[in-house]
């Protein structure tokens, strides 16, 4: 390795580790010029990666749906991931593994003849908002843009047209707010751009039904700790009226875990910070995490 490289992450790029500068793709290949591809992000905490195998089964779902053949077997993948956070020696990590259709000779839309291009990569933690203001309460707008509904693309293919999303995550920072929160084409809240959407009313925790969103594995860990600590929970369509009225309001992601909403479209939620409950299901996320629950060692 030289000298430049020598703070460079390693990526895993069809079939060889190689140092981020040097980790480089066709400008012809079909997951750029068409956002012809799935992907998966996952996280490294304290040196544990967390639900490993139900991001890489959620990456194979998304590739066999797209009919794209990931041309590893499901095990090499998984320990491609793991080798590349091992490579990171950073304890807590954010990692990407993404496979295009890949490049074919002809640039044009038919994916036919194309070689899938299969990238892993890692970086030091990242979080979707800055830690502080995810631990003490953002703004969201519930926005003009409406998520793809299912019947266009299915929201549970993890693939890699963000567009959509992309612009409502632009909506909301050009009007001033932290973040958006995502309605359908019926007006009820879904999900927001790399989040999932939950509110606590009368200490029962509610998330929307998985029609039209990306169903989260943090979504589905907070539905877990929901139970572990006694509470009631169920998903439930949400509206605007309901998500303004709600006790609490909390988005999930894997980059940022549990993040507590304070305030939507200029409507207080509950007391105007991350509520008790919210609080409650972080902490526990965060524990679980840093205790390697559910967790793959790689440091
Ligand atoms: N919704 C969308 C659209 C996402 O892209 C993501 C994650 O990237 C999520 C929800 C949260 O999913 P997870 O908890 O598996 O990170």
Known sequence: MTQENENQLEVYLNGEFVPENEAKISVFDHGLLYGDGVYDTLCGWNGYIFKLEQHIDRLYRSAHTIKMQIPLKKEELLEKVVEVAKRSKQKNLYLKCYITRGYSEKPLLDPRGCVPTVVIFGKPYLWLLDSEKSEKGITAKITNIRRTPDQCLDGKIKNLNYLNIIMAKMEAIESGYDEAIMPGLDGSILEGPGYNVFMVSNGKVISPPTENILVGITRETCF????????ESAEQKIT?????NADEVFLSSTAGG?????????????????????????????KRL?????GTKYL
């Not at 877990?224 to 006694?230: N, P, T, W």
């Open 240 to 244: 605007s009226h309901d998500i303004y």
């Open 258 to 286: 549990v993040i507590g909403v304070r305030e939507i479209d200029h409507r207080m939620i509950g007391t105007g910070q991350t509520g008790p409950v919210t609080k409650r299901i972080r902490e526990n996320y965060f």
């Open 290 to 294: 840093e205790n390697g629950v559910n």
């Open 224 to 231: 877990e700790i929901a139970k572990e600590i006694g509470l």
